[in-house]
């Protein structure tokens, strides 16, 4: 939470964060740190390895994408080439 001004502003995220756990938004807000910031790392680190796999998997679905137009492309040519003969 911010001010401006006189008002304190209330971002998405923090109402996300208290509708998940009141009590850890109310923690942060304080300034208290987490107790398991390993726990939190390791999700950290496994969210990013998500990420990751989720990338590939769209870049893979692309490049499959542009083979099948171009295996199709490559049909259409080969039967109408077959049919001017």
Same mark, same amino acid.
């Given at each position: 939470?911010?001010? %401006?001004?006189?008002?304190? /502003?209330?971002?998405? %995220?923090?109402?996300?964060?208290?509708?998940?756990?009141?009590? %850890?938004?109310?923690?942060?807000?304080?300034?208290?740190?987490?107790?398991?910031?390993? %726990?939190?790392?390791?999700?950290? /680190?496994?969210?990013?390895?998500?990420?990751?796999?989720?990338?590939?998997?769209?870049?893979?679905?692309?490049?499959?994408?542009?083979?099948?137009?171009?295996?199709?492309?490559?049909?259409?040519?080969?039967?109408?080439?077959?049919?001017?003969?």
């Amino acid at each position: 939470m911010r001010e %401006s001004g006189k008002q304190k /502003v209330i971002n998405a %995220s923090e109402i996300g964060n208290y509708l998940y756990c009141r009590r %850890s938004w109310w923690y942060a807000l304080q300034g208290i740190p987490s107790e398991n910031q390993q %726990s939190l790392a390791d999700g950290k /680190v496994a969210h990013q390895k998500i990420g990751r796999q989720i990338r590939q998997v769209k870049l893979i679905r692309r490049v499959l994408l542009v083979l099948l137009i171009l295996l199709i492309a490559a049909l259409g040519i080969y039967i109408l080439q077959g049919a001017a003969r």
